[in-house]
Structure formats: structure tokens, C-alpha cells
């Protein structure tokens, strides 16, 4: 097996390998993959924290060894937008980017290296509460929808709920239909709490959207951008237009 690593803010995982293909994901900075196949400028790739699989430019990656994935830690960005040092240019990165190969301040990455002298996020020392959970949501706040989308420089919905998990040490398959099959049944819309995800179907019964409840009857989710919403037993009703928007289907609880 061979891996490589993001070597850019936010990396587009393709459908296809094309640059015209649909963006399915995305690799934030540092974040690594297995290579399952290549091509002259693409690569197919499955990342190694959700195994999701696309097609990414090679020159956004650069290859590093099982050793450095396996000894990678789970450190994060944990600011709306950080600055490192690349190869002795500043990078701006979005928040929740990976900085797992740093050991003192500093990586070395195949041909790269980077710097950074701030103080990482560290998710196995996060408390889970309703407090931390609504600080980390609000960090997304107005973000654009982004179909394939996982930071705050445009997000979709399982990418929003996705990487707002991961600061707390709960990881999360990439699309909603895949998220719905974890965690543990709430029976009823007034017995949910802060953090429980509500999932929306379309008139086909498929699970189309996700969203974070931050009460009983108020959730976080993107949708045309990361907004708040009041939800009641049907589903979410736009706080602009007071309209009906995602058909409630169910909710559960992973924390």
C-alpha cells in the first residue's frame, strides 16, 4: 500500500479524474489517503478517517509512508483560519485541518516542510457539552453551501455535521445517509438535547440531509449557508421565509 497527504488548504476529491468531474469530497490540509490507482494528473484515492474515495490532482499531494500515517496524531486547527509556515511561505488553512505530523513545532513531509508555532486542538482532551458543542457548531456559522464541501471556505450538510464530530473525538462516515446508520434512536423530537442529529428525507424516503439540534426545536445546518433554524415534528421551517425546507425522518443520538 502507498499513502500521501493534502499539501494544500483544501484538496477536491473528483467523481472522475478530471478537473471538469464532480466534487464529491474534499482532503483538508495534512489529512492522508490510501492510493488505490493513478493516472498522470490524478490519483484515486480512499481517505484513511472516513474511507471515503475520489479523484484528486497529484500535485495538491505528496506521498508518505505507513509508519508516518499509522504515527500521524489527531491534532487540529481549531481557529476559524491559521496560519503555518510552508516550505518558508505562509499557508492560510481552514479550521479542523489536520496537524498530525507535527512534533515540536515541526514536520517534515516528503520534499515539504512546515511550521507552525501556535498551539494545536487536541481532540481526545475535548470535553463534550452543550456549551463546546454549540462554540465549536457557531465557528461555521454563514459558511456557503458547498455540494462535496468540508470547511468554513464552503461546506455541505454531512460535511458540516462530519467535521463539528471530529473536535470531539467522534468520527463520522462522509454523507448523511451513511451518518443515519449510527448512533442510537430518539424516539421523540422533545426528548432530543444538544448535539443529537436530525436527518431529513426527500419524497423518495432517501436520507438527503443532516443537521445538529442544539435544542428540542432549534437546529444547526447547511443549507445554502451554515444557518440556525427553528424544527418542530415535520421538520425544518426557514427562519427567512417561513417556509418548510427538509422533511423530518429521524433522530439520533452518538454522544
Same mark, same amino acid.
Given at each position: 500500500?502507498?499513502?500521501?497527504?493534502?499539501?494544500?488548504?483544501?484538496?477536491?476529491?473528483?467523481?472522475?479524474?478530471?478537473?471538469?468531474?464532480?466534487?464529491?469530497? #474534499?482532503?483538508?490540509?495534512?489529512?492522508?489517503?490510501?492510493?488505490?490507482?493513478?493516472?498522470?494528473?490524478?490519483?484515486?484515492?480512499?481517505?484513511?478517517?472516513?474511507?471515503?474515495?475520489?479523484?484528486?490532482?497529484?500535485?495538491?499531494?505528496?506521498?508518505?509512508?505507513?509508519?508516518?500515517?499509522?504515527?500521524?496524531?489527531?491534532?487540529?486547527?481549531?481557529?476559524?483560519?491559521?496560519?503555518?509556515?510552508? $516550505?518558508?511561505?505562509?499557508?492560510?488553512?481552514? %479550521?479542523?485541518?489536520?496537524?498530525?505530523?507535527? @512534533?515540536?513545532?515541526?514536520?517534515?513531509?516528503?520534499?515539504?516542510?512546515?511550521?507552525?508555532?501556535?498551539?494545536?486542538?487536541?481532540?481526545?482532551?475535548?470535553?463534550?457539552?452543550?456549551?463546546? %458543542?454549540?462554540?465549536?457548531?457557531? #465557528?461555521?456559522? $454563514?459558511?456557503?453551501? %458547498?455540494?462535496?464541501?468540508?470547511?468554513?471556505?464552503?461546506?455541505?450538510?454531512?460535511?458540516?455535521?462530519?467535521?463539528?464530530?471530529?473536535?470531539?473525538?467522534?468520527?463520522?462516515?462522509?454523507? @448523511?445517509?451513511?451518518?443515519?446508520?449510527?448512533?442510537?434512536?430518539?424516539?421523540?423530537?422533545?426528548?432530543?438535547?444538544?448535539?443529537?442529529?436530525?436527518?431529513?428525507? $426527500?419524497?423518495?424516503?432517501?436520507?438527503?440531509?443532516?443537521?445538529? %439540534?442544539?435544542?428540542?426545536?432549534?437546529?444547526?445546518?447547511?443549507?445554502?449557508?451554515?444557518?440556525?433554524?427553528?424544527?418542530?415534528?415535520?421538520?425544518?421551517?426557514?427562519?427567512?421565509?417561513?417556509?418548510?425546507?427538509?422533511?423530518?425522518?429521524?433522530?439520533?443520538? $452518538?454522544?
Amino acid at each position: 500500500m502507498s499513502f500521501v497527504t493534502c499539501i494544500v488548504p483544501a484538496a477536491p476529491m473528483r467523481k472522475e479524474d478530471a478537473h471538469r468531474s464532480e466534487m464529491v469530497s #474534499q482532503l483538508l490540509f495534512g489529512e492522508t489517503a490510501e492510493v488505490l490507482e493513478e493516472t498522470k494528473l490524478f490519483a484515486r484515492l480512499r481517505c484513511t478517517y472516513d474511507g471515503y474515495e475520489g479523484w484528486c490532482q497529484r500535485t495538491q499531494l505528496t506521498p508518505v509512508s505507513e509508519e508516518q500515517v499509522q504515527q500521524k496524531t489527531e491534532l487540529l486547527t481549531g481557529s476559524w483560519q491559521t496560519t503555518i509556515t510552508f $516550505n518558508g511561505e505562509p499557508m492560510h488553512l481552514p %479550521l479542523g485541518s489536520s496537524l498530525g505530523f507535527l @512534533a515540536d513545532g515541526r514536520a517534515e513531509i516528503g520534499p515539504f516542510s512546515y511550521s507552525f508555532d501556535g498551539t494545536p486542538f487536541d481532540p481526545s482532551a475535548a470535553i463534550v457539552s452543550e456549551s463546546a %458543542l454549540k462554540e465549536r457548531a457557531r #465557528q461555521y456559522l $454563514n459558511t456557503p453551501y %458547498l455540494w462535496g464541501g468540508r470547511s468554513v471556505f464552503g461546506i455541505d450538510c454531512s460535511g458540516f455535521v462530519q467535521q463539528v464530530f471530529r473536535f470531539f473525538q467522534q468520527p463520522l462516515p462522509r454523507d @448523511a445517509y451513511q451518518q443515519a446508520t449510527t448512533g442510537e434512536v430518539v424516539g421523540f423530537l422533545q426528548e432530543a438535547i444538544c448535539g443529537d442529529l436530525a436527518y431529513f428525507d $426527500n419524497d423518495e424516503g432517501r436520507i438527503t440531509h443532516v443537521g445538529i %439540534l442544539l435544542n428540542n426545536d432549534t437546529i444547526i445546518h447547511s443549507s445554502g449557508r451554515v444557518r440556525i433554524d427553528k424544527i418542530d415534528t415535520q421538520g425544518i421551517i426557514s427562519g427567512d421565509t417561513g417556509e418548510r425546507t427538509h422533511n423530518l425522518r429521524i433522530i439520533k443520538r $452518538n454522544f
